[in-house]
């Protein structure tokens, strides 16, 4: 079945840095754009980053712009987010989750929602 | 950006309660809209894209209306495992895709 499993969660220190990996079954990987999304402890979703299907394309938020980044390995069905310079306000349970709309439906660099999701990683940056 | 309201935050209601919870995008998004469902410990799940088609899997007591600024969505029936808080989320401008505040619907 369609799947995505998220790692590489844990605890922290202000400016460190942390990976995340997504893998991904059940579909082809190679033929969808994916996305980071994460969730505060008692807040509301937020979206992080966004990777074209190929990785040719990324899109952040304001708030992880420069100290994030989005990349992917079709190769291994692995989706990751490298995470530097980690803030307290960084805490919350990250989400991957694929895009909607696949490369054979829709244009390159359009995304729309998120259609499957993992189970998500927590994420504490506390000293 | 496009800023997404949710109202009301919170509804209380009981099983078979027909509930409505509203959205509004600070600017036309068209019908370029998701609702999603979280219960609590979970994963949000996609329930409704496009403004009103019903994701592959969702019962159809679920539905969505709206376009441009305004957008409802109704469960015509709640059942007990509808007890869940219910985002929407903007897909007509990105970066960023925006999410509304949710709204949490709980046992009266």
């Known amino acids: 079945q369609v799947q995505l499993v998220e790692s590489g969660g844990g605890v922290v220190q202000p400016g460190r840095s942390l990976r995340l990996s997504c893998a991904a079954s059940g579909f082809t990987f190679s033929s969808y754009a994916m996305h980071w999304v994460r969730q505060a402890p008692g807040k509301g979703l937020e979206w992080v980053a966004v990777i074209s299907y190929d990785g040719s394309n990324k899109y952040y938020a304001d708030s992880v712009k420069g100290r994030f980044t989005i990349s992917r390995d079709n190769s291994k069905n692995t989706l990751f987010l490298q995470m530097n310079s980690l803030r307290a306000e960084d805490t919350a349970v990250y989400y991957c989750?694929?895009?909607?709309?696949?490369?054979?439906?829709?244009?390159?660099?359009?995304?729309?929602?998120?259609?499957?999701w993992g189970k998500g990683t927590t994420v504490t940056v506390s000293s | 950006d496009i800023q997404m309201t949710q109202s009301p935050s919170s509804v209380s209601a009981s099983v078979g309660d027909r509930v409505t919870i509203t959205c509004r995008a600070s600017q036309g998004i068209s019908s370029w809209l998701a609702w999603y469902q979280q219960k609590p410990g979970k994963a949000p799940k996609l329930l409704i894209y496009?403004?009103?088609s019903l994701q592959s899997g969702v019962p159809s007591r679920f539905s969505g209306s709206g376009s441009g600024t305004d957008f409802t969505l109704t469960i015509s029936s709640l059942q007990p495992e509808d007890f869940a808080t219910y985002y929407c989320q903007q897909a007509n401008s990105f970066p960023p895709f925006t999410f509304g505040p949710g709204t949490k619907v709980d046992i009266k």
């Open positions: 496009a403004a009103s």
């Open positions: 989750a694929r895009e909607w709309c696949s490369r054979t439906s829709c244009p390159k660099d359009y995304y729309y929602y998120m259609d499957v």
